[in-house]
């Protein structure tokens, strides 16, 4: 995990930036939104666990965190799951119902603890309300984002994401050409159904992400962004029905890769040899 910055005062990103040989990094946040009563949005990577729990106990006592919004259930977004419902009593799993369900297969949901949602919904969390979002393009059909009504931040989930050069805390770093091209190889990987999308419908529902007007994006595969840069992102999500679809690498593309993430493995010598 990397280290964890502040998208605004009341927000708080848990980042890890993996390692995508021949790209580059592949962002993945969890975050933590300090309203009244504090929400976690997410819970980062499995092998993060007890960083990410440092993490969040070190912005928000476990015992007062309230919310876990969970965005889908991916493996990317789970991480800790587990342990932050045990360490958190007081904790609430706000997901859509089918990966509360789902999730039952794999680990204890203590199912008297969800709350359930569905895009439309609303979730008044003390000072503040935050609306469930559709993400204009997602790899679960359980995904649901939000938009924090008193901020006006939204939170993408997989929607805006972006294969990166390198770890940033602002999406405003990363060169144009570089943002672009990265969100549309993600957006394509992510979502290879975009590309048989009916184009006029699709622009619908990206005309619904920008009726939002939302000041912030907080994608879970993006630095933060303002919401400055929107425009900018639904004009290069807008071409990724006709860009060129991911292929993915062959079993000798992916040896290679491979090897150019870890340094050859010294073998014990066969007995005798
Ligand atoms: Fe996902
Ligand atoms: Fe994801």
Redesign the pocket.
């Known amino acids: 995990m990397d280290e964890p910055y502040q998208a605004s005062p009341e927000i708080h990103v848990l980042p890890n930036n993996v390692a995508i040989p021949g790209v580059g990094v592949l962002p ?1 946040n969890a975050y933590v939104l300090r309203a009244e009563q504090p929400v976690l949005v997410d819970t980062g990577l499995g092998i993060d666990g007890d960083e990410l729990i440092d993490a969040v106990a070190s912005i928000v006592p476990l015992d007062e965190l309230r919310w876990v919004w969970l ?2 259930d ?1 493996a ?2 789970t991480g800790a799951i587990a342990r932050i419902f045990e360490l958190a009593p007081q904790a609430r799993l706000v997901t859509h119902g089918m990966c509360a369900f789902r999730m039952a297969t794999w680990w204890p949901v203590p199912l008297d603890r969800v709350h359930a949602i569905r895009p439309g919904d609303r979730l008044h969390v003390g000072d503040r309300t935050l609306r469930a979002v559709a993400p204009p393009l997602f ?2 059909p359980m995904s649901t984002g939000l938009l924090d009504e008193a901020s006006g931040a939204l939170f993408s ?2 929607s805006f ?1 972006a294969l990166l050069p390198g770890p940033t805390q602002d999406a405003a770093e990363v060169a144009p050409d570089a943002l672009a091209g990265g969100m549309t190889a993600w957006a394509a990987s ?1 979502s290879p159904w975009s590309h048989i999308v009916d184009r006029q419908r699709f622009a619908a529902t990206l005309d619904g992400i920008r009726r939002l007007a939302p000041t912030q994006i907080l994608s ?2 993006l630095p933060a962004a303002a919401g400055t840069s929107l425009e900018q992102f639904l004009d290069v999500i807008a071409r990724v029905p006709d860009s060129e679809p991911m292929v993915a690498p062959d079993h000798e593309a992916f040896a290679a890769m491979v090897a150019s993430l870890a340094p050859p493995e010294v073998l014990p010598h066969p007995a005798g040899v």
Do not use: L
């Open positions: 993945i965005t889908h991916d990317d977004h790899d679960n989930v997989d994401g992510d879970s595969h």
